[in-house]
C-alpha cells in the first residue's frame, strides 16, 4: 500500500463555490495527469468543494481541434452559467504551435496560439494554468520565435506556472522573468509501485532473453531522443564491446523521435546488432516494459539535457542504481541515491561509468535495495495538496485554516 501523508492545510466544510478545471492535452494519454488529478479530485471531496474536470477524450486529430478544445468546453460551460470559477491548466504549451511536428508551420501557429489565449482570457475571465515540463522545447526549431511564445504565454497570459524542481524554478525566472508568486514548485512522484520478483522468478525471465545469470544488464527505457544522450551511449556501448567484456548485456527500449531511426541504424549499425544488445526501438507494453526493468541490474540516463527526469524515478521504483549524467536538474531528484555520475555529453566519462558499475555491481545493488524511497510514494499527495491550493488561490477561493 502506498503511504500517505497528512494535508498541510484544510477548508471549512461550508465552502460551496463550483470550480471547473480544464485540462489539456487528453488525461488519457498521460500517466501524470492522472495520478495528479486522481489526487485533487481526492482533496476536493474531503474539503466539500464542488469540482469539474474536462479533458480531450483522445488526441486531437488537427490543430483547430487542440486549439479550439479548451475555448468550446468553456464558453459552454459560461454560457450555462454552471460553474462560479474556471481554471484552464495547460501541460507542455509548445504543443500548441508545434502540431504535427511540422517546422514550417511554427511562425504561424505561435502568434495565432497567443492571440487566441490572450482574447479568450479577456472574454471569459477565466485563470490559467501552465505546468513547465519543459523549460524549453527539446528541439528548437525558430529560437526568437519560439522564445518569444514561451516569454509571453508565461508572463503575460499565465497566473501561475508550475514546475518540478528547484532548478526548474530558478531557471524559469532567468529565462522569462517570472516572480516567486507566479512560479510554484510541485513534485513529480512515481508512476509505479512495482511488486520485485524472487531471483527464480527473474533469472527465469533472463533465460528467455538469453541473459545470464551472471550478466551485468544495463537498461535504457524512454523516448530514443538526441536530448537524452542515446548517442553518447551508443558510442560507450561500442566502447565497451571492443574492451570484450563478456558478462554484459544492453536493454535499449523506446519509442524513436520522427525520422531518428534511420540515423542510427545507420550510424550504429554495428552496435545495434551486437549480440549483446537488445534494441527495441518501439513503445512496449506495460508488462513489458516492467519485466526489462526487473531482469536489469542498472539503469542508464546519459541525459545532455533534462527539466523533468520522470525516466530516473521509474528506475528508482524498481530499485535500480543509476548511470547518469551530471545535469543539476537530474542531480537534484536523485539527491542521496546510489547512483554513478558521468560528464554530461561526455563519451570517455558515461565509458569509465560503465565500467565502475561493471566492476562492482553487487555493491551498487545491496545498497540500492537498502535505500528508502517510501518518501517519493507520497509525493502525489503533496503535489495535489500544494496544486489545488493555488488553484484556489489564483480563483479567489477563500477557507479558513
Not at 91 to 112: D, M, Q, S, T
Request: glycine share 2%.
Amino acid at each position: 500500500m502506498i503511504a500517505r501523508t497528512q494535508p498541510v492545510w484544510s477548508l471549512c466544510h461550508t465552502m460551496k463555490d463550483k470550480l471547473c478545471i480544464v485540462i489539456v492535452p487528453s488525461l488519457n494519454d498521460y500517466k501524470y495527469l492522472q495520478h495528479l488529478y486522481a489526487e485533487v479530485s481526492l482533496i476536493s471531496q474531503k474539503n466539500d468543494l464542488k469540482i469539474s474536470f474536462y479533458s480531450p477524450n483522445k488526441k486531437p486529430s488537427s490543430f483547430l481541434h487542440l486549439l479550439l478544445y479548451p475555448f468550446k468546453i468553456i464558453l459552454n460551460l459560461v454560457r450555462r452559467k454552471s460553474c462560479e470559477k474556471l481554471i484552464l491548466h495547460l501541460h507542455w504549451i509548445e504543443f500548441f504551435y508545434r502540431f504535427g511536428n511540422n517546422k514550417c508551420l511554427v511562425p504561424l501557429l505561435a502568434p495565432l496560439g497567443i492571440v487566441f489565449f490572450k482574447f479568450f482570457k479577456r472574454l471569459s475571465r477565466i485563470q490559467i494554468a501552465i505546468t513547465l515540463h519543459n523549460l524549453v522545447p527539446h528541439d528548437v526549431y525558430w529560437f526568437s520565435l519560439e522564445y518569444a511564445f514561451f516569454r509571453i504565454m508565461l508572463q503575460k497570459i499565465a497566473d501561475r506556472v508550475f514546475v518540478h524542481t528547484k532548478v526548474s524554478k530558478k531557471l524559469s525566472a532567468m529565462y522569462y522573468g517570472l516572480d516567486d508568486r507566479t512560479l510554484v514548485l510541485i513534485e513529480h512522484g512515481l508512476f509505479r509501485q512495482p511488486k520485485m520478483l524472487d531471483n527464480l522468478s527473474r533469472m527465469h525471465l533472463r533465460r528467455q532473453l538469453n541473459i545470464s545469470e551472471n550478466d551485468v544488464v544495463f537498461c535504457f527505457v524512454g523516448n530514443i531522443s538526441k536530448y537524452k544522450g542515446i548517442e553518447i551511449l551508443l558510442e560507450a556501448v561500442r566502447e565497451i564491446v571492443s574492451q570484450k567484456l563478456i558478462n554484459t548485456k544492453f536493454i535499449i527500449i523506446g519509442k524513436p523521435d520522427s525520422g531518428y531511426l534511420d540515423y542510427l541504424l545507420t550510424k550504429y549499425n554495428d552496435v545495434i546488432t551486437n549480440d549483446r544488445v537488445i534494441f527495441k526501438p518501439e513503445h512496449v507494453p506495460e508488462i513489458e516494459f516492467e519485466k526489462y526493468l526487473t531482469i536489469s541490474d542498472f539503469g542508464v540516463c546519459p541525459y545532455i539535457r533534462a527539466t523533468t527526469p520522470s525516466t530516473l524515478l521509474d528506475l528508482m521504483s524498481f530499485k535500480l542504481p543509476i548511470i547518469t549524467s551530471d545535469d543539476p536538474n537530474v542531480m537534484e531528484v536523485l539527491k542521496e541515491y546510489p547512483s554513478i555520475i558521468a560528464k554530461r555529453g561526455d563519451v570517455h566519462s558515461l565509458t569509465n561509468a560503465l565500467n565502475i558499475a561493471y566492476c562492482n555491481a553487487l555493491e551498487y545493488k545491496q545498497r540500492a535495495n537498502a535505500f528508502d524511497i517510501s518518501d517519493l510514494f507520497c509525493a502525489w499527495k503533496r503535489a495535489a495538496e500544494k496544486t489545488f491550493k493555488e488553484y484556489l488561490k489564483i480563483t479567489g477561493i477563500e477557507g479558513c485554516e
